[in-house]
């Protein structure tokens, strides 16, 4: 990266895009909807489990100028999803201000470990142990998505529960190689606490990306 892409990304003017397609919302209370996602690199929360580690270093992947990117995701979707890696690691000014120009309604799926940025119409908190969220995003927070590997997530859950709005919507979703063991107890959490809905990684059972 040269001097001038630096002052770019940090502008948030060019961003490092991981990869960028159309597909169904597979997860949360958009499962099932149409929706562009731009998947942006980088990502220092580093949760052993993910799925996408290969978006953990932003240097492996190509900088793109905001509004050519935000340009190409409206021609397909008016529905657009921010995801990652971390999204809030980089300045989203420039890339939401131009995808709402362009009539976009614009989501994203957040640690909430960094500061916000940018115009934001949906919130997806999933708080991560090794990098709790921001206590700024709790109550912006449309809904809140806690991954269940193992029996303490459940604690961690209510934990996070407690900081975000009355009007948040609560998601369980089984991290996905542990989906046997944990959807019967995330079933039974759900029975005795049925202010939380499950969610399930849907898209994957569909083979779509």
């Known amino acids: 990266m040269n ?51 290969e978006s953990w270093n932003p240097d492996l992947h190509p900088l793109m100028h905001a509004e050519e990117i935000a ?8 529905t657009i999803v921010l995801t990652g890696g971390e999204p809030l690691m980089w300045n989203l000014d420039v890339l939401t201000s131009k995808l709402k120009e362009l009539g976009c309604t614009i989501h994203i799926e957040t640690s909430g470990a960094y500061p916000m940025s940018g115009q934001l119409d949906w919130i997806t908190l999933s708080p991560k142990k090794t990098g709790l969220p ?24 209510q934990e996070q529960a407690s900081k975000v709005s009355e009007h ?5 979703q089984s991290e996905w190689s542990k989906r046997d063991e944990m959807y019967p107890k995330i079933t039974d959490f759900i029975l ?12 994957k059972y569909l083979n779509i990306p």
């Open 71 to 78: 340009e190409t995701a409206a021609k397909h979707c008016k």
């Open 168 to 172: 948040c919507r609560l998601y369980l």
């Open 192 to 203: 005795a606490h049925p202010e939380w809905q499950a969610s399930v990684q849907t898209h």
């Open 134 to 157: 921001k206590e700024e995003i709790y109550q912006k927070a449309n809904e809140l998505k806690v991954i269940a590997f193992n029996n303490n997530d459940f604690a961690f859950a």
């Open 3 to 53: 001097k001038e892409e630096d002052i770019l990304l940090k502008e948030g003017k060019m961003l490092p895009v991981m990869e960028h397609f159309y597909t169904l919302q597979g997860e949360g209370a958009h499962t099932g909807k149409a929706a562009y996602f731009i998947r942006l690199g980088g990502c220092d929360v580093g949760c052993h489990w993910c799925d996408v580690k």
